[in-house]
C-alpha cells in the first residue's frame, strides 16, 4: 500500500491532453515538494519535475507539474505514442523521515 | 552525463547477506547525496535509504532499519548497501540514484539491479 494514492490508470489518444493526480497528506505533500518520474519498460526512471513544477533540461514542455494542498498533479499535453510508460509521483515526508511514492499510474495512449 | 551501474543483485536464501555496489561517473560524486531505491514488478516504488554527501548522516525506511547498512567511498565514486537477514519481502529491483541537490531530491536513477530472496 503507497503512501501517496495514484489512480491505477489513464489513457488518451494522440495529440490530447492527460492529467495525472496524486493525494498525499500534511506530512508529505502538504509541507514539501513533489517530483514526477517516467518509467518505461527496460529503461531507468526518468525525472520529469521537481519542486512541484520544475522542468530538468531536456524534459520537453509538453510535461508540467503542479501542486495545491496535499494533492499534485501531472499534465501532459499534446500527447505522443512514446508518452505510453508508467508514472510515479514522489514527496519527502516528515512523519516518516523517508521519501514516500505513489503506487504508480500506467498511461495506455489508444 | 550521470552514469550509475548497479551490480551484485542475486538469488539469496532467506536469513543470508548481500552487499549491493553502484558505480557513479559523470558527476562530483562527493558533493551530493545519494539514494537506494527498490521496486517490485507491477508495484511503486519503495524508497530505501539515503546517505549524505560524506557518509555522516544516513536515513533508512522502517522495513530494513537494522538490517540494511547505507555507506559510500568518495575515493571510488562508488555507493553500497549492506543488507543482512534477508527477507523473501526483501524481492525487488534495486536502484542507486543521485539526489538533485536542494528540493530537487532523487533525480537520477540507474538501470537496477535484481536481488531475489527465495529458498
Known amino acids: 500500500q503507497s503512501v501517496l494514492t495514484q489512480p491505477p490508470s489513464a489513457s488518451g489518444t494522440p495529440g490530447q491532453r492527460v492529467t495525472i493526480s496524486c493525494s498525499g497528506s500534511?506530512?508529505?505533500?502538504?509541507?514539501?515538494?513533489v517530483n514526477w518520474y517516467q518509467h518505461l519498460p527496460g529503461a531507468a526512471p526518468k525525472l520529469l519535475s521537481y519542486?512541484?513544477?520544475e522542468r530538468p533540461s531536456g524534459v520537453p514542455d509538453r510535461f508540467s507539474g503542479s501542486k495545491s494542498g496535499t494533492s499534485a498533479s501531472l499534465a501532459i499535453s499534446g500527447l505522443q505514442s512514446e508518452d505510453e510508460a508508467d508514472y510515479y509521483c514522489?514527496?519527502?515526508?516528515?512523519?516518516?523521515?523517508?521519501?514516500?511514492f505513489g503506487g504508480g499510474t500506467k498511461l495506455t495512449v489508444l | 552525463e550521470v552514469q550509475l551501474v548497479e551490480s551484485g543483485g542475486v538469488v539469496v536464501q532467506p536469513g543470508g547477506s548481500l552487499r549491493l555496489s553502484c558505480a557513479a561517473s559523470?558527476?562530483?560524486?562527493?558533493?551530493?547525496?545519494m539514494h537506494w531505491v527498490r521496486q517490485v514488478p507491477g508495484k511503486g516504488p519503495e524508497w530505501v535509504s539515503l546517505i549524505n554527501w560524506d557518509g555522516g548522516v544516513t536515513y533508512y525506511t522502517d522495513s530494513v532499519k537494522g538490517r540494511f547498512i547505507i555507506s559510500r567511498d568518495n575515493s571510488k565514486n562508488s555507493l553500497y548497501l549492506q543488507m543482512n537477514s534477508l527477507r523473501t519481502e526483501d524481492t525487488a529491483f534495486y536502484y542507486c540514484?543521485?539526489?538533485?541537490?536542494?528540493?530537487?531530491?532523487?533525480?537520477?536513477w540507474g538501470q537496477g539491479t535484481l536481488v531475489t530472496v527465495s529458498s
Open positions: 500534511s506530512s508529505n505533500i502538504g509541507r514539501n515538494t
Open positions: 540514484a543521485k539526489d538533485g541537490g536542494g528540493a530537487a531530491g532523487i533525480s537520477t
Open positions: 519542486s512541484n513544477n
Open positions: 514522489a514527496a519527502w515526508d516528515d512523519s516518516l523521515s523517508g521519501w514516500v
Open positions: 559523470g558527476f562530483s560524486f562527493e558533493d551530493y547525496s
